[in-house]
């Protein structure tokens, strides 16, 4: 008897071990997607992001989105042997997504941060977009803006240039954009007799007399907000009148907006001639600016929630971004007037190396969606890349429906369900909530994203480096320094994954040396 | 003196063999495997979806010599260890003993239970309390301090560097762990009466008594939970991820959570494999001399016979 029990146990074990009956097929038939399946040929599973899900309720909001299925449902009548699935997947989970791209998994289309992308697009994860936004969008009408470059199509391509991968393909298009803005607290201003600041040193003035009368925290932003746009914008007042000097690879297609940003490779030069190192007295002051900025930030940035802060009058001002929106036009118990302005340009009277130039746009492109390797799978895995693209059917029907999700009609019904994002097609008005970004997006763009210049562990340590700074936990001398060394260390191996050949920006550099002399305040190496 | 085992009553193990087969199965699958890869990984420069390149021990010389997150994170981790190690031999010994002295028996049963209850709450969830609702800017600990009109010492507590580590060790605190106390409540339980009599014959009782007595003939569960505290310590790295992912700066970071970053947000594979093997070995330097140095209570028993 007793070895019966055993024996029925190890059973049991080894039928708990076995694969579910057909469970593994089904995964596979749906995922490759090619098999017929009742005269559907194409199974494009599309990952819209959190706010687009159909059938999600956003926050405050009364009904379900169903912009994308609404879509999806005409892009099928139009092409009956293909089906759209929607799906949710984990957002900002690297884990997660490597997984699913080195299996070739991931949804066809997939909403991901460009920066996440770059890691591996030199792996084949994501498909280049460049030759399709070429050709003309075959959905647009003869004479409209897309009719002769897909390209043409978007409203604000500057910013959807800014997502160009470090190997200089752009491998997302984007529907919307998102921008930030200072939320501020009417009722609070009205209160102290104070209006929306002229320049940073108002700014600075009514920040001290918020807390002086007791405004806690007169300034709320997020802890990762702040390292990511406070950076950027800082660093543009402070270098903005350099861009010239700066600016050492001209690309013509990304456009006059654009012209002067700078990416890995040139700050990787830059850095090499001095910039952004102790010696660097703009770099220096950049970085005192954000840390007097933050005394007006609450003491626990890491343990704030600053939309309740903000909501319930601990703080004056909100430093976000127009995802915050719908939260405050909804909320029936907001007790206060609200209104927003953009933050004030530093004048050369605070600093000695800003221009009073405007406070550059930070925002740009919102869902970024991207084409993954799975589209290609009614080709040979073993097929070189390049002719698999060529070759694929289902890459090229996946395509079609982001062109046809570009056509103006689907970009409202799409984009203008919710009022969190900016329409990025020519055709397609904002919600009127949204006009504030409208005016902030046209902005000029900011000189370079610190969080995007590099690889992920140049951001990660460029945060925890910042907020070990913010927080008194090391002096502005050994920030510095330890910036330094990141910089360093992700240049390094920027260059060793894509072999950049410095030589052209050296020679731009080299010519730019009568312009240098205008500036007196340059690292001792740049002179 | 070995005695050799006859064929037929050999057969008869071999229902126990078929047993343990898919234990070790699933233990070579999820433990043993991986360990050998991640052994072999170390040696290699490699990315999920890249081809891998064969670096030799070029991984390990980065990790220990220009990692700068190595000396502050060996630092954090040591710090916290022995911060639970001390805990653990101190508090739920002290507790068991009380409850072990305890008149009752229904009084005993009652508190065992009632320190046992606290383990039903997951761990993730205590740490979010921890977080959120004690160490917040404007949790439990910063209001008590208002309250006492001490507003001048509220801080983050979690987001400044220097009283992150302080805190993340005080997380759990009064410290009362049910699984130990019952361990020690175990250990305590099997010591024959005939010692406590001739304890008590003796003259030693009370605190003297715990310390000469009862401590070193519950060595083996104090060497115990110090050798799974010790791994936990190394090892584990979940409740500073969810608390400050090492932060702020690297201030409460260790060597697994930086390995975490280096594996999955990084994609640098070998490189963390090479803080894994790493990690291994110093654990089982750690258990070897926790195995070899320290005695154990049958060790203090054989001596005293």
Known sequence: ?527 | MSRSIPQSESRNYVPLYLILFPTFLLLAIFCLIPFIWAFVTSFYEYEVGAPAHFVGLSNYSTYLFHDHTLGESLGNMAFLTLFAVVVTVIVPLTIAKLIFSLSSPRASYVYRILFLIPILVPSVAVQLIWKDFIYSGTGLLNQFLNILHLSNLTRGWLSSPHTVLTSIAFIGFPFANGIQILIYYAGLTSISDSVHEAAFLDGATGVRKFLTIDVPLVLSQIKLLVILTLIGGIQSFESLFILTRGGPGFKSTVPGLWMYFNAFSFQKMGYACSIGVLLFLLILVLTVINLKFFRSSEDVTAASI
């Open chain 1, 1 to 527: 008897m007793k070895h019966v029990i055993l024996l029925f146990i190890v059973g049991v074990s080894i039928w708990a071990l076995l694969p579910p009956r057909g469970g593994s097929s089904e995964v596979i038939s749906s995922s490759v997607a090619t098999r017929e399946q009742g005269g559907v040929k194409y199974v494009i599973r599309v990952d819209p992001g959190p706010l687009y899900l159909p059938g999600l309720v956003p926050e405050n909001a009364k009904a379900p989105v169903q912009g994308f299925r609404v879509v999806a449902d005409a892009f099928e009548k139009l092409y009956p042997d293909t089906r759209i699935e929607f799906l949710g997947c984990p957002e900002g989970t690297r884990e997660w997504l490597v997984t699913q791209l080195s299996s070739a998994q991931a949804p066809d289309i997939i909403q991901v941060n460009a920066r996440d992308a770059w890691q591996d697009v030199r792996k084949h994860w994501y498909i280049p977009l460049d030759g399709y936004l070429d050709e003309p969008n075959p959905f647009v009408a003869k004479g409209e803006p897309g009719s002769i470059r897909w390209w043409d199509q978007f409203k604000y391509p500057v910013h959807t240039q800014s997502t160009r991968a470090p190997d200089g393909r752009i491998y997302n298009v984007s529907l919307d954009m998102i921008e930030t803005g200072i939320y501020y607290n009417k009722t609070i201003f009205a209160r102290y007799h104070l209006s929306p600041p002229k320049d940073w040193v108002e700014f600075l003035g009514i920040m001290r007399m918020l807390k002086a009368a007791g405004i806690p925290s007169p300034m709320l932003v997020e802890k990762r907000d702040f390292t990511d746009w406070g950076c950027d914008i800082i660093f543009d007042q402070m270098y903005g009148n350099m861009r010239p000097l700066m600016d050492l690879n001209y690309d013509p297609r990304r456009g006059e907006d654009l012209n002067g940003y700078l990416d890995w490779d040139e700050v990787t030069l830059l850095h090499r001639h001095g910039f952004f190192t102790p010696r660097d007295d703009r770099w220096r002051e950049t970085f005192r600016i954000l840390r007097e900025w933050r005394e007006f930030m609450p003491q626990d940035m890491a343990g704030t929630d600053f939309f309740k802060g903000f909501v319930t009058q601990q703080g004056a001002m909100l430093w976000a971004s127009s995802l915050t929106l719908p939260r405050l036009v909804n909320d029936p118990h907001l007790g206060f007037e609200w209104g927003m302005f953009y933050l004030p340009s530093i004048p050369s009277s605070y600093s000695r190396f800003a221009d009073g130039h405007p406070m550059s746009a930070v925002g740009g492109a919102a869902n970024q969606y991207h084409v993954t390797n799975s589209s290609l799978s009614d080709t040979p895995a073993e097929m070189p890349f390049e002719q698999r693209m060529e070759k694929s059917e289902r890459l090229k029907r996946t395509i079609a429906f982001l062109q046809f999700m570009c056509m103006p009609k689907n970009c409202n019904t799409v984009v203008n369900e919710i009022t969190a994002f900016i329409p990025n097609i020519k055709g397609v008005d904002s919600r009127p909530e949204l006009a504030p970004f409208d005016e902030f997006l046209t902005r000029h763009y900011s000189m370079t994203k610190w969080f995007f210049t590099f690889d992920l562990q140049f951001d990660e340590v460029l945060e925890r480096m910042f907020d070990l700074y913010m927080n008194d936990g090391i002096s502005l001398d050994s920030f510095l320094d330890w910036m330094q060394d990141n910089i360093d260390s992700a240049s390094a191996t920027m260059t060793r994954q894509h072999h950049p050949d410095f030589a052209p920006l050296e020679k731009t550099w080299e010519s730019h040396a009568g312009m240098r002399k205008n500036y007196t305040d340059l690292p001792a190496e740049a002179r």
